[in-house]
């Protein structure tokens, strides 16, 4: 393990980095759109159940692999498998990772727009406005360029300078202010006129929506929110300690992940449904709910609309940062140490593939939607790919080659720290990881396709 090297000083500090990158857009985002796409409170049951049987056994397994080896993504499953061929999982979740923060970059580009807008006082008026300023916004080719690089090129600064401990110090305090806020939104936003209507819609699943998208918009969701199938909680795991509780971590991780998820999906649709947006919307929800529950539950006294606007929007902000960081890093890191280049460098690379995939995004969805693959627009595109096919593969390898291929010992010493905790647990772990993840991703693959 060279000196470059870092590590997190705490036992707290790694499980805020790893929540850090867990909670983002991921929740208050993507979690909105999918569930208005896909019919509501059955998405969600599915969800949780994808959280529960595979997300948390998929996070201990990236845990095990990281903290074992003590390497980047691509070394790291070459060590523990003692075999070559598995590092590719490794290479898989960096081009997984780089794809990614592409077009991740983009959304959090428009959180930094709505930061600023609302700011200077930009948004504003009926919903019909609000959803006009979206759209002439993203159609801006420049605004949203510079608004995506403008994030990376902060994730780039914050990578070099090596102040991640900083930004992990930070959400110590910022995590629970968001928490907080959301709860204070969701009260208001359940107090919009007709917000029942939303409601239900989040808790009484309607079976006959369940389309055969369902199940992997749910497993894809689940894997994206808790940055799973990238190597990237190898990655951060590489730096663990080892009296760290990896069932115990994942566990706390995907209940915090999941609890403000549901938070930001019972803040986004009662208001939502109070002033007429289509749950559908995709994307562009709740960019187009937000600035309503702002301005309708504020409108006894504005200026607290603004104020909580505003601490919101750099909230939200902070919040993808800390997601954008985690996934640069395991890029950096792999070419840091696998090409021998400094630091910097490796970074520079990063910054460049992303800023360049970042600004093609931005442009598919705006002023260049002839960009488009297979009938998406490239954004649509990149995501789609990435949750639906990468991160499942990369976690039902995974599990494949734990479950599998590396010895027993290893993985018990690991999971129950030589033997101190979590005794019991570790077989149905095990049983999770050779049945239940590999079989469930492989079902709801073959299910998609028309197989089954
Ligand atoms: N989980 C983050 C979110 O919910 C996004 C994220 C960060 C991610 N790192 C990742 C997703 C790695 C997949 C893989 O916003």
Not at 158 to 166: A, C, F
Request: charged residues 10%; neutral net charge.
């Amino acid at each position: 393990m060279g000196k470059s090297r870092a590590n997190f000083g705490s036992r707290l500090a790694v499980v805020l980095a790893t929540a850090g990158s867990a909670v983002g857009l991921g929740n208050v985002w993507r979690f909105p759109y999918m569930t208005g796409q896909d019919g509501g409170a059955a998405f969600i049951l599915v969800y949780i159940v994808c959280i529960l049987m595979l997300g948390i056994p998929g996070m201990i397994s990236e845990f095990v692999v990281g903290r074992h080896s003590q390497r980047n993504a691509y070394r790291a499953y070459a060590k523990i498998s003692g075999g070559k061929a598995w590092r590719y999982i490794g290479i898989l979740g960096i081009l997984t990772a780089t794809i990614i923060l592409g077009f991740y970059a983009v959304v959090a580009g428009w959180c930094l727009e709505y930061l600023y807008a609302s700011l200077v006082g930009h948004i504003g008026g009926d919903a019909t406005t609000v959803s006009r300023f979206f759209t002439e916004f993203i159609n801006d080719p420049v605004k949203s360029c510079l608004w995506a690089l403008a994030f990376i090129l902060i994730t780039h600064f914050i990578i070099i300078r090596g102040v991640e401990k900083g930004i992990e110090r930070a959400s110590k305090v910022l995590m629970p202010i968001l928490l907080l806020l959301l709860l204070v939104l969701v009260v208001c936003s359940c107090m919009l006129p007709g917000a029942a209507k939303g409601v239900e819609f989040l808790f009484r699943p309607d079976f006959s929506k369940v389309t055969k998208d369902v199940f992997l918009d749910a497993l894809g969701q689940a894997f994206f929110s808790l940055s799973l199938g990238t190597a990237c909680l190898c990655t951060y795991s590489s730096y663990f300690n080892k009296d760290i509780n990896l069932f115990r971590s994942a566990g706390h991780i995907a209940c915090l992940d999941s609890v403000i998820a549901i938070l930001a999906g019972l803040m986004i649709f009662p208001a939502a449904f109070s002033v007429g947006i289509q749950p559908d919307s995709g994307p562009s929800l709740i960019f187009i709910t937000l600035p309503n529950v702002f301005q309708q539950a504020f409108a006894f006294m504005p200026e607290l609309g603004y104020v909580i606007a505003v601490i919101f929007y750099a909230l939200l902000v902070f919040a993808a940062l800390t997601s954008t960081i985690s996934m640069h890093e395991i890029g950096t890191a792999f070419f840091h140490e696998e090409m021998h280049i400094s630091r910097h460098r490796a970074a520079c690379i990063l910054t460049g593939v992303c800023g360049v995939l970042a600004i093609l995004c931005a442009l598919s969805v705006g002023a260049w939607t002839d960009l488009q693959l297979m009938g998406k627009s490239l954004m649509d595109f990149c995501d789609m790919l990435t949750a639906q096919i990468m991160l499942p593969l990369g976690a039902f390898l995974t599990s494949i080659l734990l479950g599998w291929f590396v010895a027993r010992n290893v993985l018990h010493d690991e999971f129950t720290n030589g033997g101190t905790v979590n005794q019991r647990l570790f077989g149905y772990w095990l049983f999770a990881i050779r049945w239940i993840v590999p079989l469930s991703i492989l079902l709801i693959f073959l299910h998609q396709l028309g197989v089954l």
